[in-house]
T-cell receptor, first 113, second 114 residues
Framework: DTGVSQNPRHKITKRGQNVTFRCDPI?????LYWYRQTLGQGPEFLTY????????KSRLLSDRFSAERPKGSFSTLEIQRTEQGDSAMYLC???????????FGPGTRLTVT | AQSVAQPEDQVNVAEGNPLTVKCTYS??????LFWYVQYPNRGLQFLLK????DNLVKGSYGFEAEFNKSQTSFHLKKPSALVSDSALYFC????????????WGAGTKLIIKP
């Protein structure tokens, strides 16, 4: 399968712990996006990479969130000192160029207890 | 403020009947328009897009969408619904001055009854 993959698919953590998610985009896609989705809502933009450069980060994103794409291939999203409000589905997407559609991974469902 | 509206939280259609899922947007200029589908506990799947050209665009699984510039709408349609079409459908719009931003609708749950 050459689609976008995300790991883990599910993560349960206690409040205050750090978590890290990984996204592997479609290999030839140079653009990578992270979104957060809660039940019954559309995706909420978190951040965007073009190759290894993080070009945009949502102002809604607190300093506890950080993302990297060190070699312009896979990306990681880290949440430090998790809070119950961080419980959501975290989606990764990739695309080839401006104007092209984004292809989404299956998501990582985070539950903070 | 730029926005995307999906006025129906849920649409119920009998199998075999035509279906329409509505989307209107408030974005200046000529945006790119997209439809995505989400099955339970799955990521979003791209269905179709409009950038320019023919107002009727065809996509995956027999879906099509009609762009109407004067009404700023991009309704999703299918001539004959299948039970397997039951899912959550999202309309998304990329403003013309953005490299990456997608403005998303809240989603419409489509239920196809046998």
């Amino acid at each position: 399968d050459t689609g976008v993959s995300q790991n883990p698919r599910h993560k349960i953590t206690k409040r205050g712990q750090n978590v890290t998610f990984r996204c592997d985009p479609i290999s030839e896609h140079n653009r990578l996006y992270w979104y957060r989705q809660t039940l019954g809502q559309g995706p909420e933009f978190l951040t965007y990479f073009q190759n290894e450069a993080q070009l945009e980060k949502s102002r809604l994103l607190s300093d506890r969130f950080s993302a990297e794409r060190p070699k312009g291939s896979f990306s990681t999203l880290e949440i430090q000192r998790t809070e119950q409000g961080d419980s959501a589905m975290y989606l990764c997407a990739s695309s080839l160029a401006q104007g092209s559609e984004q292809y989404f991974g299956p998501g990582t469902r985070l539950t903070v207890t | 403020a730029q926005s995307v509206a999906q006025p129906e939280d849920q649409v119920n259609v009998a199998e075999g009947n035509p279906l329409t899922v509505k989307c209107t947007y408030s974005v200046s200029g000529n945006p790119y328009l997209f439809w995505y589908v989400q099955y339970p506990n799955r990521g979003l799947q791209f269905l179709l897009k409009y950038i320019t050209g023919d107002n009727l665009v065809k996509g995956s699984y027999g879906f099509e969408a009609e762009f109407n510039k004067s009404q700023t709408s991009f309704h999703l349609k299918k001539p004959s619904a299948l039970v397997s079409d039951s899912a959550l459908y999202f309309c998304a719009v990329r403003p013309p001055d953005s490299n990456y931003q997608l403005i998303w609708g809240a989603g419409t749950k489509l239920i196809i009854k046998p």
